[in-house]
């Protein structure tokens, strides 16, 4: 049997009771580790486990599927995936190679921040499309995520931005030498996130021309609420703040907690319960309910 | 300390080790009953958690939300969600009722039909809002989920359809008579889902006029296409079917496997890897993969 097992949000506790029993008896164990981060050390997992793990690097797993999947109609073998299996289409992937290796597979589900998000006090059957925000270079910047937001924005919907990690990469210098040292992971913080945000706003707002001035003033700094969220589900250090994206602009990284982050773009369809509960990590609470209630319409008491 | 703990998508197993240890030191354990229904006995998860546990139903959980939180800043107080404890607004209620009360409160994620339905293979990044779907009767047919499934088709995103469920329901004979008799719970079939979606398409379509061509014609039977999943994340009993609604709406409720059901209408963003991924559960293959090269433009290599 081939598993892939959703390991959830945080560290070796959340995963379910089903999938420990079931990495208790796999003979094989392979963490993902490039879609996302476990906050918790790999040694911890083996002794909460009792078992040792393989780190499945991204190209472990796409390179060598055949390798994780090797013998899995006899034995028990485990793919570890943060979140929950579903969340990456790599593991996709592997089901189908599974299915056509005629390997019988069990996936076993989890949070992940999909659904987590939901802690923000947002609603998430309001939320559209989710999109992916790449770091930018002084030459790249990619905003092709511009456009599904604005199509949220349009229909009102919430947006789930999640912000780029950079795992296991290598230098130029590192690479051209095919020297396997790589830098130091980087997760993009909702400073960084923001000021990407506001610039790509700027360019839009730029371009844009009588025949097509819907491409900007989207996402307007002073009129556009966004939530951001850090390790969401961690029972000490899931941190939220939220306000304007400008007043967001001003803060510090150290404002928004630890690694990893998230950030939620408010949409116009805002019921009263959700600026109520989100309110609470508002950076200003009274702007808070002043924007949500003058531009976004929410029909607060006060 | 007021736990709200999700319990996941099946059985007394799916509770995340974080959650069970949570569970077990609580001195009073409420069960959430009526937004949806876990497909475990109340004793089973009794024996396994080793404690008793109190049924909460909507009138308990919105009127008695003060005895739920009693005395909780001494005691450690569980309400058990199933899935995620975001997945309706009424926890949101009891969270904001226990911030009030300056009543810490933790909150212990879970999977959830809003993220484990990447299990039918479509990526989740590409789901817009989610809909509800209420059963219809002879005079009440409310089909204002058909305008928010129409802005996501325009954008090319999937909607996941939650399908109604009745619990604790009372006949119009009994509640009159103010008897606290319930009918059986009621939990919807794809084959009345889709029954009704094409009831409501047909209605659309005969209202349209040339000033709003665009209210009808979205879900079109022959060349619309649909997933129906039944038990997601049951380890035995997880059923996934899919075709176009036409041929979905051809087959028995038996086909369908047991509730919990939902249904995803597809969207034209519809990636190959997607397709291939799901064809596995089609009715019929060749007409599934036709129907997304052809009506949808997946890049289907055959």
Known sequence: ?????????????????????????CSRIYLEAYTSILLVDKEKLESFYGKPIITAYRETVETESDEILRNAKEEDVALLVVGDPFGATTHTDMLLRARELGVPTTVIHNASIMN???????????????????????????????????????????????????????????????????????????????????????????????????????????????????????????RIVCGTLQQLSELTEDDFGEPLFSLVIVGKRLHELEVQYSEAWAVDKAEWARVAKEVYGARLDS
Chains 1, 2 share one sequence.
């Open 1 to 25: 049997m081939f598993y892939v097992i959703g390991l959830g949000l945080c560290d070796e506790k959340d995963i379910t009771v089903r999938g420990l029993e079931a990495v208790r008896k």
């Open 116 to 238: 987590a998000v939901g802690a923000c006090g947002l609603q998430l059957y309001n939320f559209g499309q989710t999109v992916s925000l790449p770091f930018y270079t002084d030459s790249w910047k990619p905003d092709s995520w511009y456009d599904r937001v604005v199509e949220n924005v349009e229909k009102g919907m919430h947006t789930l931005v999640l912000l780029d990690i950079k795992v296991r990469e290598q230098s130029e210098e590192n690479m051209a030498r095919g020297r396997k040292i790589y830098e130091p992971p980087r997760y993009m913080n909702p400073v960084t996130a923001v000021s990407q945000i506001l610039e790509s706003e700027i360019i839009r707002a730029a371009s844009a021309s009588s025949e097509e001035p819907k491409i900007h003033g989207y996402l307007k700094p002073e009129s556009t609420l966004a939530i951001a969220l850090s390790r969401v589900g961690s029972p000490d250090k899931q």
